[in-house]
């Protein structure tokens, strides 16, 4: 009771981070009146589990590799791109282990801390679950952004300050291999992401031109399923790019660097946002020296003064 009290009065102290300590931590079932005659001061300790965003934490097979029951409140939808047939196919259904008791109210009271924290703090929360995951050897980064979409969905808003820490590791996860190509998962990540992603990504399929081998299928899902059509021209664009420093293509990156900038005033992140338009701007300048033409040149440099 004291323990939710307390989370009453800041929301971004769930009772599952709180730790009550007189000369011992006292447990959630202990009643204080039985443990103390005379007023005490209790210590208040949070220790913020970044794993409690999740309702299920525990890896998809037991050890003994049977299957567990599956976690999920819908059957979930996976696409991949079939490189042999050029076509978009569905993958079966990502299990996970089923809950723990009382995991359903623990995850919910961590997701509402999370809102309720600054967005700084957020975001530090979702880098350390990340940093887990890659110590992790039962663990990947796309498999964990696809649970979070599932225990997230409903849970939060358009302008969820969670989400918005999303981001930046969404974008890494574009870049890492995908051996298994498991990148559909992320495809459902960037959808449930919406509208705010849509800069971060219409930025990263600029700067990742032209595309290595490892991103043109990436790339090619992007272009077919997502729902922005800002993302599925950059990505049509990124496919069809050889590599040339053209007129063209200035411009484009002229015309990115002032989006970007409109768009930082708006997002939650307003430094993400600004960080790719300065990594825009280092591109343009790399190319001063490197254009073919002095036309060309003369382009790089007047995109750079606006």
Sequence with gaps: ELKEALWRRSKTWA??????????EVTDTEILGDLFEDAVTLQLVVTPDPWDLLISRRARANPQGKEEECCKTRPPIVYFFDASSQEVRVRKPILRAAPEPGATARQRAAVEAAEAMMAEQSLQLVQRLFEDVEASSSWRAEDVLYFLREDLDGATTATSTLKAALHDQVIQTLDAPDPNGDFGKIVCVLKWLGAPLVPHLVAWLHLRRPLTPNLR?????????????????AAKSALADKGDITLARVEELSKLRVALLRDATAA????????????????L???QSTAATAVVSYAVKRALKR
Excluded: G, H, N, Y
Excluded at 17 to 22: C, D, K, Y
Excluded at 220 to 231: K, T
Excluded at 268 to 283: C, N, S
């Design 15 to 24: 009772p599952c981070w709180q730790r009550l300590i007189a000369e011992r």
């Design 217 to 233: 299928r990436k790339v090619e899902l992007m272009r077919r399923l997502s729902d922005s059509a800002r993302v599925r021209l």
């Design 268 to 283: 939650a992140f307003d430094r993400a946002l600004l960080k790719r338009r300065d990594q825009v701007t280092e591109k």
């Design 285 to 287: 300048q790399s190319w």
